[in-house]
């Protein structure tokens, strides 16, 4: 009889090797989409997002285990153009969950990293357009993160506003859990036509988006949404 | 080749304007140098320019620590540069108590760790609404900076953009 050793490599607790391909992107929340314009056309987004976290899968290769939470502005055109705003982590050793803005006129990101956060922590990530400018500005809170100097309004409408978690891995949990759901309440979006902001509550129509199974979404109420993995 | 063509140039650029040094620091990033020319970052507000005779009370490898350890915005591999910068960016800021925009960089010293031409660190991005799927090539090449305030050790915030 022969024995033989058998090295197996254990993966970190709780954590599964990233599978999925590269540039797939996974979503769980509520978006207005670009179907007929129910509602108010936005061109700014804001909410209270509780932040919640999540596991990483492990990065084989050049898999991408990040993983989101944001608001944001977009095209219903093809391309990416969007403004956005919320946190992030990148899923490596030596990444921490951070504030983040992002923004996309179609010729690649424009972001900005903030300081780490750690805790559930609730603040405010708002895409606001800014009429005597025409730039689109990214706040998280009290703190402007960045400026875009480039009119939303060269973009294809209607503008979409979004309220999403995002993973670019399905071996990544989207932020939140069932007993600690990333949590967006007091939604707001500013009008395109006069750039006022109002509540999300009969003045837009949201839909869900859940990507992949494993995630989930859900409305508490038409302001306040809510999303995780399962 | 084109965007290794372009990663030479950038650094050689790189160096043109910054005087490299040829030590690196200890805890193996680019030896610290001082910019030499004005340096305004593309997409933004953000302006860099020679720190003249100021004196940061840091070194440019301890900045580089903090990045690393304690924000993590510095974990791309080895920067192209870490050099001290006077740092302004009409394009950010904190309100104050009365409303007023401060902003986060006003004629700030800083340590400004850049990476030039590297694979674009991870990004978001909405859903397609009319396109396929789209999300951004992952071997499109970006620029980065990462500001560490060299008085304080504060790290400030980092940007990155499409390779320039």
């Known amino acids: ?230 | 080749m084109n965007g290794a063509r372009g990663f030479v140039v950038s650094l050689l650029l790189m160096a043109a304007t910054t005087g490299c040094v040829a030590q690196p620091g200890s805890s193996g990033a680019p030896a610290e140098s001082a910019l030499k020319a004005e340096w305004k970052l593309p997409d933004s507000e953000i302006t860099l320019a020679p720190p003249g005779v100021a004196v940061a009370k840091m070194t440019g490898d301890a900045a580089y620590d903090v990045c690393t350890k304690s924000a993590g915005s510095c974990n791309f591999g080895q920067p192209t540069a870490v050099q001290l910068a006077v740092a302004t960016d009409t394009g950010s800021g904190q309100l104050d108590a009365q409303g007023k925009l401060v902003p986060l960089l006003n004629k700030t010293l800083v340590w400004a760790i850049s990476w030039i031409g590297i694979t674009c660190p991870p990004h978001s991005g909405g859903p397609p609404v009319s396109s396929p799927l789209n999300a951004a090539a992952s071997e499109q090449l970006c620029d980065k900076v990462a500001f560490v305030d060299a008085t304080t050790g504060a790290f400030i915030f980092d940007y990155s953009y499409p390779h320039q």
């Open chain 1, 1 to 230: 009889m022969t024995m033989s050793w058998l090295l197996v490599t254990q993966p970190a607790f709780g954590a599964t090797n990233c599978r999925s391909g590269p540039n797939q992107l996974f979503f769980a929340g509520w978006w207005s989409s670009g179907g007929p314009l129910v509602g108010h056309e936005p061109e700014g987004a804001k909410a209270s997002l509780t932040y919640e976290y999540s596991d990483a899968c492990l990065a084989v290769g050049s898999r991408d285990p990040s993983r989101w939470a944001w608001v944001m502005i977009q095209t219903s055109g093809a391309g990416n153009f969007y403004a956005q705003a919320g946190y992030w982590n990148g899923g490596g050793p030596l990444d921490c969950w951070q504030h983040f803005t992002e923004w996309n006129n179609n010729a690649g990101p424009h972001h900005v990293n903030g300081a780490c956060v750690s805790g559930v922590q609730t603040h405010t990530p708002k895409v606001a357009y800014v009429p005597a400018t025409g730039a689109t500005q990214m706040w998280i809170d009290t703190t402007l993160f960045s400026t875009m100097n480039i009119c939303t309004c060269t973009w294809a409408r209607p503008l979409v506003v979004d309220y999403l978690g995002e993973t670019h891995d399905t071996g990544t949990d989207v932020p939140g859990y069932p007993n600690t759901k990333t949590d967006w309440n007091t939604m707001q979006i500013q009008y395109f036509t006069d750039n006022t902001w109002h509540g999300t509550c009969g003045t837009i129509t949201l839909r869900r988006s859940v990507t992949f199974n494993g995630y989930d979404a859900d409305a508490v109420a038409c302001n306040h949404v809510r999303s995780w993995t399962k």
